[in-house]
């Protein structure tokens, strides 16, 4: 199809998969509140106490879903909900002025609960402004239950859920009905619903502007969550193109099953390490179940994001060292705390540029003790030496040696304090900042290894901010500045024996495997769910032949005319199912 019809709609690929179903608007009635008095102050607080309680009686009922559905580390959202319900302060400030203003419970709750969530709001960090809709959730629920109104806790069989956004909660009441895929009108791909769908493997378009006033109940809807596109009561070629579409899906599905244990190895025998992202800890399953050689990146930050302040070390070894068991004798690469950027900062600080700003290696640097409490339980729970330590956002040689000091010392405390640990763990460090890219022969002299994280790297190059939609289509992962700069890296790494690998978001775009290959990289970590599609790529292509495609890419002076080289080559040399999500 080239041009979108008028009935298609446009968001961010948060899933992938593509359904067709119909759409159930899912619009959760905001629950209004009237500024009125009431006539008896103890009844009202007795009313309000039921509503506490029957509120936390649903919420468990959420959790122990979510332990079971979602697995324990991301279940414990709801009992962070859960403490909101029991936090004592705003229980009493609740109690006390509705004994002072006599006004309606639910008028005080919402006044309460809001002024709160606007704080949320008012951060520049991505991740707060997302943990604002959670509490909506907790204020409408003690509201309902203020009003005596029933709980919706199923919904319809088989359709595509159409709504404003989606919170933790909404999702795990879904994962016990058989919906067919999400859209809604906010989040990124950082947001729950993204990660939620991802993990329950359930097609996702989020960030549709607008969708729950463009699609009605009913409509049939198509969801195509490789692309991003929802198209609205299709025609019959939208249909019939759709139909075909997931035929050849389902044949491609089980082709790839059947690869799981083969190795991604080319035609012509070029070998290609691949590896996971590790983002949350059920999807270690998943990694290991693809057939992946290990993990190349596990995003700390992610997996301790549910605990309120900083994991202790014990609390961060016993995580570690489960990974390293449940990988072994792969090798975990995990990543020290990439906080700062859009990812949220423990303390109370406001930056004007966050991305340029206090992350990754420059804020654990400044919290020494921080730093260290992580480095020691990943050191501790490196005993069967399948553990590797890597450094996000370094942008100078002396950081480099600052760090490797520091890991010095964790290692002489260790070793007084007889704990056993690899005495050779291997440092190595993500190259993510453009003066790192043009320094990186002098960077590898100093750690065993390199990952290029192109998520950044990209972002730093162009000066496109990576989470900004107004600027989305100048984020391009083909801009000629972007290959030339990753050609350098691969070259200088080589020249110098040093290890690289790339885990950014670009492996995980199947157009950009042949062309990767083909500028000299020889190991991939990717987001889990495009494992599979990565490997097929890989042992459907020739090196000899992506080696002339990369070369002829580097001479091109134009994002779209790499684009079209790449697609025009995948669509040429692999088999046709490839086509379904390209
Ligand atoms: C990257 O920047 O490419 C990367 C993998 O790190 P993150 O997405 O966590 O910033
Ligand atoms: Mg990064």
Redesign the pocket.
């Known amino acids: 199809m080239d041009e979108p019809k008028k009935n298609t709609l446009k968001g961010v690929a948060a899933a992938p998969g593509i359904s067709i179903c119909n759409a159930y608007l899912y619009t959760k009635e905001i629950e209004s509140v009237q500024d009125d008095f009431v006539s008896d102050v103890e009844e009202a607080k007795n009313n309000l106490r039921d509503a506490l309680e029957k509120s936390k009686k649903e919420l468990s009922k959420i959790f122990s879903l979510a332990v079971d559905k979602l697995g324990e580390n991301r279940a414990a959202i709801f009992e962070a909900q859960m403490m909101i319900l029991d936090d004592p302060v705003l229980i009493k400030n609740i109690c006390l002025r509705i004994e002072k203003e006599k006004k309606l419970p639910e008028y005080i709750v919402d006044d309460e609960i809001t002024k709160y969530q606007d704080l949320l709001k008012a951060s520049h960090e991505p991740y707060m402004k997302e943990r604002s809709h959670d509490i909506e959730d907790i204020k409408n629920r003690i509201i309902r239950n203020l009003k005596k109104k029933k709980w919706q806790s199923k919904i319809k069989d088989e359709v595509i859920v159409v709504t404003e956004s989606i919170t933790p909660a909404d999702t795990v009441v879904f994962s016990r009905s058989n919906i067919k895929g999400y859209v809604t009108n906010f989040g990124g791909l950082t947001s729950h619903a993204a990660i939620v769908a991802r993990s329950l493997n359930i097609p996702a378009v989020v960030g549709v502007h607008d969708a729950i006033n463009k699609i009605e109940d009913n409509d049939i809807v198509i969801i195509d969550g490789f692309h991003g596109d929802v198209i609205v009561n299709p025609d019959e070629e939208q249909l019939a193109f759709y139909n075909e579409k997931i035929e050849k899906l389902q044949k491609y599905d089980s082709e790839l099953l059947k690869i799981k244990d083969e190795p991604a190895v080319t035609l012509d025998g070029h070998k290609i390490e691949l590896q996971g992202n590790l983002d949350l800890l059920d999807e270690i399953e998943y990694i290991i179940q693809s057939g992946a050689k290990g993990i190349g990146l596990v995003r700390t930050e992610q997996i301790f994001q549910e605990i309120d302040g900083f994991p202790d070390e014990e609390q961060q070894f016993a995580v570690y060292e489960d990974i390293s068991e449940k990988i072994y004798p792969n090798v975990a690469t995990i990543r020290a705390f990439?906080i700062g950027g859009d990812k949220v900062l423990p303390f109370d600080v406001k930056e004007p540029n966050p991305f340029l700003g206090w992350r990754g290696i420059r804020f654990l640097l400044d919290n020494l003790q921080l730093f260290k409490t992580q480095l020691r339980a990943m050191l501790k729970a490196s005993s069967h030496k399948n553990i590797s330590i890597m450094i996000?956002m370094v942008s100078s040689i002396k950081e480099v040696r600052r760090l490797k000091a520091v890991i010095d010392e964790c290692k002489e405390e260790l070793k007084k304090e007889n704990i056993k640990f690899d005495k050779s763990i291997k440092v190595g460090i993500?190259i993510?900042v453009p003066s790192a890219a043009f320094m990186v022969k002098e960077y590898a002299e100093e750690v065993d290894f390199i990952s290029v994280?192109t998520?950044?790297l990209i972002q730093y190059l162009l000066a496109v901010d990576r989470t900004n939609d107004i600027v989305s289509d100048q984020y391009q992962e083909f801009h000629p500045s972007v290959i030339r700069t990753l050609k350098y890296i691969f070259d200088e790494c080589k020249k110098s024996k040093t290890k690289v690998s790339l885990c950014g978001e670009m492996a995980a775009d199947i157009l950009a495997i042949p062309l990767l290959i083909g500028l000299g990289l020889t190991s991939i970590s990717s987001s889990p769910s495009a494992l599979p599609y990565i490997k097929k790529v890989i042992r459907g292509i020739k090196y000899k032949e992506v080696k002339r495609i990369a070369e002829k890419c580097l001479k091109y002076k134009t994002e779209e005319e790499i684009s079209e080289e790449l697609r025009k080559f995948l669509q040429t040399h692999l088999i046709a199912e490839t086509e379904t999500i390209l």
């Open positions: 990439d996000p993500m993510e994280g998520n950044d």
